[in-house]
């Protein structure tokens, strides 16, 4: 069975200092990983997404995750955050190749500070 | 670019009534999900129909029925709406299985915010 453990409800960061937000997860299989974000009132919209052709994947608006198998996580970053990156953010496990299943983990707000 | 477009965004029911709530796709995906969404608790997936014509039971299914109407339609149906199903629901679409870059994303609709009183 798979699961995902976003470690920090809430972060609070100052606009322009990096961002982290940390993801663990357990599955009996190679994973798919992805990062969602969403914006107040909006659907999910992916970030990027992992399926092991590289440990450090690259995805849109600057945000980046690394995939670490020997600690099972999957943390996401950015450099340097912007007020438009004030959301929730969702890491996300599928091992299912039938069905495409996802397990989505509880989420972390962010609020970006002035 | 439409996507995933859910209708209605908003409603109220009374408990006991009953309501569809309707979800159409214009990007040719094979694959169809619903999901609600509580506070603290992500996404869990209620329904899912991988292909035309076949429906099966995700994570909460109790208390809702779907149809898979067509390859761009997928409805969720409350047959007697109770207070434990207001949350906000979200519809969502992709290719289905493997390909060389790995399961396919899920593409989302805007959610239906469902209140029952």
């Known amino acids: 069975a798979q699961s995902v453990t976003q470690l920090d409800s809430h972060v609070s960061v100052s606009e322009g200092t990096p961002v982290l937000l940390r993801c663990n997860y357990s599955?009996?299989?190679?994973?798919?990983l992805f990062w969602y974000v969403q914006h107040p009132n909006k659907g999910l919209q992916l970030l990027l997404k992992?399926?092991?052709?590289?440990?450090l994947v690259k995805g849109i608006n600057g945000f980046e995750a690394e995939f670490k198998k020997s600690e099972t996580s999957f943390h996401l970053t950015k450099p340097s955050a912007h007020m438009s990156d004030a959301a929730e953010y969702f890491c996300?496990?599928?091992?299912?190749?039938?069905?495409?299943?996802?397990?989505f983990g509880g989420g972390t707000r962010v609020l970006v500070k002035p | 670019n439409a996507g995933v477009t859910q209708t209605p965004k908003f409603q109220v029911l009374k408990t006991g009534q009953s309501m569809t709530l309707q979800c159409a796709q214009d990007?040719?995906?094979?694959?169809m999900y619903w999901y609600r969404q509580d506070p603290g608790m992500g996404l869990r997936l209620i329904y899912y129909?991988?292909?035309?014509?076949?429906?099966d039971k995700g994570e909460v299914p109790n208390g809702y029925n779907v149809s898979r109407l067509n390859k761009r339609e997928f409805s969720l149906r409350l047959e007697s709406a109770a207070p434990s199903q207001t949350s906000v629901y979200f519809c969502?679409?992709?290719?289905?299985?493997?390909?060389?870059?790995?399961?396919?994303?899920?593409?989302f609709g805007d959610g239906t915010r469902l209140s029952i009183l």
């Open positions: 990007m040719n995906h094979n694959s």
């Open positions: 129909s991988a292909s035309e014509g076949t429906t």
């Open positions: 599955s009996s299989y190679s994973p798919s």
């Open positions: 996300v496990v599928s091992e299912g190749a039938a069905g495409n299943k996802l397990t």
């Open positions: 992992y399926t092991s052709a590289a440990t």
């Open positions: 969502a679409s992709s290719r289905t299985g493997q390909v060389a870059s790995g399961i396919q994303p899920q593409h």
